[in-house]
């Protein structure tokens, strides 16, 4: 488990708040603290135990910072596509707190956590994210990361067969495994970069897009911080 400590400022006025963010879409979980300048994050491999880990986490952090719970703003979480457990796990994690905080909770998408933080890490702008499924699909989009904490979805998050994704010609980065598991099947122009495993799900870009995202008045209660499954809403729009 690794402690990190960042200054990083978005490259937009905003209020800044103190937020607290979680993502556990895949089998590394992270927790995160930022506060509009100053982040502090901690990660763990856990395929199994999220929520205690996440807990421990939170825990840790605030010792280390010399925060407490009443002084975080807001909450935030990574809301998937990704392990349907973990992220319910998660959501669960997010909903107690924010119940007994009684704090707002912003739902930040796992893919564009993902492709925030190829800019935040290698400065790569425009994002191609495609991750495993199962069933032989994958999760995928397209984003342009336009400044620190404003990931912009340049498509609709899908979900679909690997040969049956077009991907956008020109100059992009991919990041995700689903290019590791499906490298044979994933049809891509020549001038896409793959940054291999280097960039993972981290709390940290959770919580540098949820201060966008709370500012823009996206914030919801607590019964709203639900995972998004979209293979769910495929199904729902096809029906």
């Not at 719970?69 to 669960?92: M, Q």
């Not at 499906?182 to 280097?198: F, P, S």
Request: hydrophobic share 40%.
């Amino acid at each position: 488990m690794g402690y990190r400590q960042q200054h990083l400022t978005p490259d937009f006025f905003i209020e800044m708040k103190r937020i607290f963010a979680i993502d556990n879409a895949s089998e590394s979980c992270s927790v995160a603290l930022y506060d509009g300048s100053i982040s502090c994050s901690l990660s763990r491999i856990a395929s199994r135990g999220h929520g205690d880990a996440i807990l421990q986490m939170l825990r840790q952090l605030l010792d280390e910072t010399g925060y407490t719970k009443n002084s975080i703003d807001v909450l935030a979480f990574g809301r998937g596509p990704g392990a349907f457990t973990s992220l319910r796990v998660g959501a669960g994690i997010i909903q107690g707190l924010a119940v007994g905080m009684d704090r707002p909770v912003v739902a930040i998408s796992s893919l564009a956590a993902l492709a925030h933080g190829v800019f935040r890490t290698r400065h790569h702008k425009r994002t191609v994210v495609a991750i495993d499924a199962r069933m032989g699909q994958v999760y995928h989009a397209a984003y342009e990361t336009r400044a620190l904490g404003d990931s912009v979805l340049l498509n609709d998050e899908q979900v679909s067969d690997p040969s049956q994704i077009v991907w956008p010609t020109g100059d992009w980065s991919a990041v995700g495994n689903g290019w590791q598991v499906y490298e044979n099947d994933i049809e891509h122009g020549e001038d896409l970069q793959y940054l291999g495993v280097g960039v993972e799900n981290s709390a940290l870009d959770v919580a540098y897009l949820s201060l966008k995202e709370d500012s823009e008045g996206k914030a919801v209660s607590a019964e709203l911080a639900i995972p998004v499954y979209i293979r769910d809403k495929v199904a729902h729009k096809k029906s």
